[in-house]
């Protein structure tokens, strides 16, 4: 099984915007799953995946379960573990602009694109 | 400085058309569903056409067109295949500035960049497969006196292609000249950021190519990519983007049992050994350009050179003269000849560099130049526009880990050889390097030691036809730009022929 970052820190979050698309896509898709991208072209963004379309394994972190209102299961957030790396120190939270594609994530055809807002994790 | 009209516009050398179908079997097919999306220029944020929104459907009928053609076009002889090539590039030199101005309209990028460079390299790129298709030959290998195993290279059949959109037309042509040379026919998904010129490119050409060789059908990832990567009638899949989109796709094609190809990007060391500023001559006016290249599309490039790393004992001066070289780049209307930095691609694009400026701020990076979006005016007033900025910190930075994709530089300092390398192998991409330096040995040992596809040495940003292009580590699985890449649109086929007429003598 994948492992999951020690601690009670919270890692990721979504803003209400962003938690307001995820409760529209899971009305239309089922439920959701987070998995962040690196890389090119629309890397460095989270995609978003009906549940178990993406494979996890492990070679991934699972970053945190994002509690939405209105949504019956929390939504997982997973990373790469060598991402993670590089990654550890910041929060990461999960914001929605407007924006046009970006890999198979699902927000795409709705005109907006989930990005991620980072800050420094306080020790 | 003149610039050219917008498509479309009076004086202008080409238009859009209001819509674009799908282009399957030789010509325009309305989508199933009948649904479309605007598509909006980055130069002023404007739709400009409308496309159609590709899904299943859509997608399965352009495979069967292309199943239709591949047979007959797999059997043509290939110096027929190589006429076809020269034909399109040839057509394209006919029309290669409308072409440059569709694309700089379509993509943001400078028609100074599409004039030389994108449109150019795609002609030639045609222009090499057509040769190297030619001179291809197979092999055969005497066993004993009597046993010969021949080696064919036969095509794979239908293909599909999901092309980025830094590059709109160049890396379809990227995907598209090899594929086509090795006889495949081809379904290819443009990026629904930038999915007009490649049609506008098919208008041009479409006489040239025997309907259902080459198919294109729009849409957005999960709606018509996932079915396209996903099919078991397709029997390879090309991508460049990202890597979570890299996975899955090599998950989908790990059902079928397919192979893939991926290009998935990079976090380019740009290396300054301190002998290049041993002279204030030609080398190092040249490689302060080499330095300045991060900002070359915008940054959107797999290869960037986003992370400039400068030996300890000229570091000041040499990055006090790239600030100078990066703070004379004119950015401005893309279609101006004169502009060198245009518009980001999308505002997603845009958004996701300032939140990168952000982070870096917060992690201790000083910005030395730019940092903030370009707010132009005028028309451009709506468009994506980002002033290029030198950010200067550390290699655990996240501004030094992550693409960014935009005409950002992370510059750090190193104290030595081992110091450079260190450094520049402690990422997790592993495309495009750089290395400056008057010394070759020091040169052939740096490009031997980094870890990465492509070790542009005094040189950066040159993507000719017949150097393989492609990745080591998370950067992907392939190599484009060479005649090695037929070979991933090809099978090989064994003929194990024995000429004995004597029995082995087992039975």
Known sequence: MASRPAGPVERVALTPEAAELVRALTVKHGPLMFHQSGGCCDGSSPMCYGRGEFRTGDADVLLGELAVDGVAEPVPFWMSASQFAYWSHTHLTVDVVEGRGGGFSLEAPEGVRFLIRSRLLEE | ?507
């Not at chain 2, 849409?219 to 990567?229: I, R, T, V």
């Not at chain 2, 996903?230 to 049992?257: C, D, H, W």
């Not at chain 2, 041993?278 to 986003?306: I, R």
């Open chain 2, 1 to 507: 400085m003149s610039r050219y009209a917008a498509p479309g516009t009076e004086g202008a050398l080409m238009a859009y058309q209001t819509r674009y179908d799908h282009w399957i079997g030789g010509s325009y097919v309305a989508p199933k569903q009948g649904g479309y999306f605007e598509n909006p220029t980055p130069v002023t944020g404007q739709p400009f056409t409308e496309i159609a929104r590709g899904t299943a459907d859509d997608v399965e009928r352009a495979i069967d067109a292309a199943h239709d053609a591949a047979p007959g076009w797999g059997r043509t002889p290939p110096a027929e295949r190589a006429q076809v090539l020269n034909a399109v590039a040839q057509r394209m030199e006919e029309h290669l500035e409308a072409l440059a101005v569709a694309e700089s309209w379509e993509n943001g990028k400078p028609v100074r960049e599409t004039l030389a460079a994108d449109i150019p390299l795609a002609i030639d790129h045609f222009r090499y497969f057509a040769g190297v298709i030619r001179a291809q030959e197979g092999s055969l290998s005497q066993l004993d006196e009597d046993t010969v195993a021949y080696h064919f290279h036969e095509p794979l059949g239908v293909v599909g292609q999901i092309i980025p959109w830094n590059f709109p037309i160049l890396m379809a042509v990227w995907k598209l000249a090899p594929a086509l040379a090795a006889g495949n026919a081809v379904v290819l998904k443009p990026a629904e950021q930038t999915p007009a010129s490649v049609h506008y490119w098919m208008s041009l050409i479409a006489d040239l190519l025997p309907p259902g060789v080459v198919n294109i059908v729009n849409g957005f990832g999960a709606e018509a990519g996932k079915p396209l990567a996903s099919n078991p009638r397709v029997a390879k899949v090309a991508f460049t983007g990202e890597t979570t989109t890299g996975r899955l796709i090599m998950q989908y094609a790990s059902e079928n049992l397919k192979p893939v190809t991926l290009e998935l990007g990079g976090k380019s060391p740009n290396i300054f050994f301190e002998d290049v500023s041993d002279d204030g001559d030609d080398f190092y006016d040249k490689a302060l350009e080499g330095f300045t290249m991060f900002a070359l599309n915008q940054g959107e490039v797999c290869t960037c050179p986003s992370r400039a790393l400068i030996q300890r004992t000229h570091y000041r001066s040499f990055l006090d003269a790239g600030i100078a070289r990066t703070e004379a780049i004119v950015q401005g209307h893309p279609l101006d000849t004169g502009t060198m930095v245009g518009a980001q691609a999308s505002n997603d694009q845009l958004e996701k560099i300032l939140s990168y400026l952000d982070i870096g701020r917060q992690e201790g990076a000083r910005v030395l130049t730019g940092g903030a979006r370009a707010e132009l005016g005028g028309e451009l007033e709506g468009g994506y526009y980002v002033r290029p900025t030198i950010l200067e910190g550390g290699n655990q930075m996240r501004v030094f880990q992550e693409e960014i994709f935009g005409p950002v530089v992370s510059v750090t300092g190193f104290t030595d050889f081992d110091d450079a390398m260190t450094i520049a192998n402690d990422t997790l991409y592993g495309l495009g390097a750089g290395v400056w330096t008057r010394n070759g040995t020091l040169a052939y040992r740096a490009g031997r030691a980094i870890q990465a596809g492509r070790v542009w040495t005094n040189c950066f940003h040159a993507y000719p036809a017949h150097a393989a292009f492609g990745g080591y580590k998370q950067s992907g699985i392939g190599r484009e730009t060479h005649k090695m890449m037929l070979e991933h649109y090809q099978q090989t086929k064994n003929l194990l022929v024995s000429y004995s007429p004597k029995k082995l003598g087992l039975f």
